[in-house]
């Protein structure tokens, strides 16, 4: 597996429901973040959490971090169709350079 | 103020030419990043810049492909040759220093028939 990985793939839920997305690493991170993409161009920074932090919000997102199982999970509170898009995880970690590492993304899609 | 700008949003070019792609990042920011997004994957980090530091250049695929960055402002992403298979969306992104948060582009999509 590579060092983020995030499931499930794709999502698809209706409008005021909530999204949970997941993603694993394999390695010690400095720490993690969350991006959202829209129709495949430029990235949106959503929250970075660092290692030394368990949970983070910003308006509808929650962000948690578990070190001890290499996870992390983005909550999506109250969904609406304009939160249609990918999310990606995305690792610093000293074995990789201190570089970004992206995983795959989860396609989530929210019907109006 | 104005966020990492792109040129060109979409570019075309047959087997075998070269193309630039450019890359505006924000004023300030002393770090530079180009990754690479093929359908429906995540992104390939390709190279970085760090103010007037050698670029880190250990996700770059083949020798075909080079970048610069000129002054610590513009960059240039360059491919020699190219191939089918560097079809793909080309994102870059700036942050005030290295391991910032990263403000990305819109992109430039790079079709080679």
């Known amino acids: 597996s590579q060092q983020g990985e995030e499931d499930p793939q794709a999502l698809s839920i209706q409008e005021g429901e909530n999204a949970t997305m997941n993603c694993s690493y394999k390695?010690?991170?400095?720490?993690l973040q969350w991006y959202r993409q829209n129709s495949g161009r430029g990235l949106v920074h959503l929250i970075l959490?660092?290692?030394?932090?368990r949970e983070k919000h910003s308006g509808r997102l929650r962000v948690t971090l578990d070190t001890s199982k290499k996870s992390s999970s983005l909550l999506i509170t109250a969904s609406r169709a304009a939160d249609t898009a990918s999310y990606f995880c995305?690792?610093?970690?000293?074995?990789?350079?201190?570089?970004?590492?992206f995983g795959a993304g989860t396609i989530l899609r929210v019907k109006s | 103020g104005a966020g990492v700008s792109q040129s060109p949003s979409n570019k075309v070019t047959e087997k075998g030419k070269d193309v630039e792609l450019r890359c505006d990042p924000i004023?300030?920011?002393?770090?530079l990043y180009w990754y690479r997004q093929s359908l429906g994957q995540g992104l390939e980090f390709l190279i970085y810049?760090?103010?007037?530091?050698?670029?880190?250049k250990s996700g770059l695929p083949s020798d075909r492909f080079s970048a610069e960055r000129t002054g610590g402002s513009v960059s240039t992403l360059t491919i020699q040759r190219t191939q089918q298979e560097d079809s793909a969306v080309y994102l870059c992104?700036?942050?005030?220093?290295?391991?910032?948060?990263?403000?990305f582009g819109p992109g430039t999509r790079l079709t080679v028939l």
């Open positions: 959490i660092r290692s030394n932090e």
């Open positions: 995305a690792t610093d970690a000293r074995e990789y350079g201190n570089k970004l590492v």
């Open positions: 004023s300030g920011h002393t770090a």
């Open positions: 992104a700036s942050s005030l220093a290295h391991r910032d948060t990263q403000y």
């Open positions: 810049f760090q103010g007037n530091s050698a670029p880190d």
């Open positions: 390695t010690s991170i400095n720490n």
